[in-house]
C-alpha cells in the first residue's frame, strides 16, 4: 500500500511504474496521477519496463520494486542511472541487501513512500 503522504505537484513530469504487485502498481499509479504526473506502465517485469522505455524515451523518473517476480532488477537499475533518469527504489529491502553502488538512490520502503518519492523527482527537476 502507498503510504497516505501530500505529493505536491508532479505536472509535467513523466514516471515509469515498475512493480510486479498489481495493488500496490495500482494505488502508486493513482496517487501519482491525483500529484498531476504522467504515468507510464505500470510495467510487472523488466522486459515490460524496456519495452515501455524504448516507445517512450523520455522518462523523468522510475519508481521500481527491486524484486520483479523472483528476479532481482539491478541490471535495469544500472541502465537508467548511467542513462541519468532518477531512480526511486521502492521496495522492503533493507540497506545491507542494495548493491553498494546503488546505496545513494532514493528508496523507499513498503508501504510505498510517495513523499520520498515525489522528493527525489522534484530535485531531478531542479537540477535540469
Known amino acids: 500500500m502507498v503510504a497516505d503522504a501530500q505529493a505536491g505537484d508532479l505536472a509535467g513530469l513523466?514516471?515509469?511504474?515498475?512493480?510486479?504487485?498489481?495493488?500496490i502498481a495500482a494505488e502508486l499509479t493513482q496517487v501519482l496521477t491525483d500529484?498531476?504526473?504522467?504515468?507510464?506502465?505500470?510495467?510487472?517485469?523488466?522486459?515490460?519496463?524496456?519495452?515501455?522505455?524504448?516507445q517512450t524515451p523520455m522518462v523523468d523518473g522510475v519508481v521500481l520494486d527491486i524484486?520483479?517476480?523472483?528476479?532481482q532488477a539491478w541490471s535495469l537499475?544500472?541502465?537508467l542511472v548511467e542513462a541519468?533518469?532518477?531512480v526511486v527504489l521502492?521496495?522492503?529491502?533493507?540497506?545491507?541487501?542494495?548493491?553498494?553502488?546503488h546505496h545513494r538512490l532514493p528508496?523507499?520502503?513498503?508501504?510505498?513512500?510517495?513523499?520520498t518519492i515525489?522528493?527525489?523527482?522534484?530535485?531531478?527537476m531542479a537540477r535540469r
Open 67 to 71: 524484486d520483479l517476480g523472483g528476479r
Open 35 to 54: 500529484a498531476r504526473a504522467s504515468v507510464l506502465g505500470p510495467a510487472a517485469s523488466e522486459a515490460r519496463a524496456r519495452a515501455i522505455l524504448r
Open 14 to 23: 513523466v514516471i515509469l511504474v515498475v512493480e510486479d504487485e498489481y495493488l
Open 90 to 101: 521502492a521496495s522492503g529491502y533493507s540497506a545491507e541487501m542494495i548493491p553498494e553502488r
Open 107 to 115: 528508496r523507499s520502503g513498503k508501504p510505498v513512500e510517495l513523499q
Open 77 to 79: 537499475v544500472d541502465e
Open 118 to 124: 515525489a522528493q527525489a523527482l522534484r530535485h531531478r
Open 84 to 86: 541519468g533518469v532518477t
